[in-house]
């Protein structure tokens, strides 16, 4: 099946960096884009950044330019560099993967466990 495992959340103060990444163990599935998506309290799950087969990325507006991700395809993982930091980052970081099994066209969703990010003075 498909299972991730993430790493690298953990307290910082504002304006320093961190590095989150995920480990995707797959078996007979196909992956097409990996990602990953924040929770804040009391707000709903949101889109942080993505990155598809073809390299292309795609950024939530409050982080572009402060966020980069990155996909190792051979190793199947993929990583998220935050910089310069700010409060309202704080969240539980969530990996995503949008996977197909092989002969088959439809993909799916799965979800790690969670990251925490916590952003303070």
């Known amino acids: 099946q498909v299972q991730l495992v993430e790493s690298g959340g953990g307290p910082v103060q504002p304006g320093e960096s961190l590095r989150l990444s995920c480990a995707a163990s797959?078996?007979?599935?196909?992956?097409?884009?990996m990602g990953w998506y924040r929770q804040a309290p009391g707000k709903q799950r949101e889109l942080v950044a993505t990155?598809?087969?073809?390299?292309?990325?795609s950024y939530e507006e409050s982080v572009e330019g402060r966020f980069f991700v990155s996909r190792d395809y051979a190793k199947r993982t993929v990583s998220l560099q935050m910089h310069r930091l700010r409060p309202e980052d704080t969240a539980v970081y969530y990996c995503n993967v949008k996977a197909s099994r092989f002969g088959r066209s439809d993909e799916h969703n799965y979800w790690g466990q969670g990251t925490q990010v916590t952003v303070s003075s």
């Open positions: 990155i598809n087969s073809d390299g292309y990325t």
């Open positions: 797959v078996s007979g599935f196909r992956i097409v884009a």
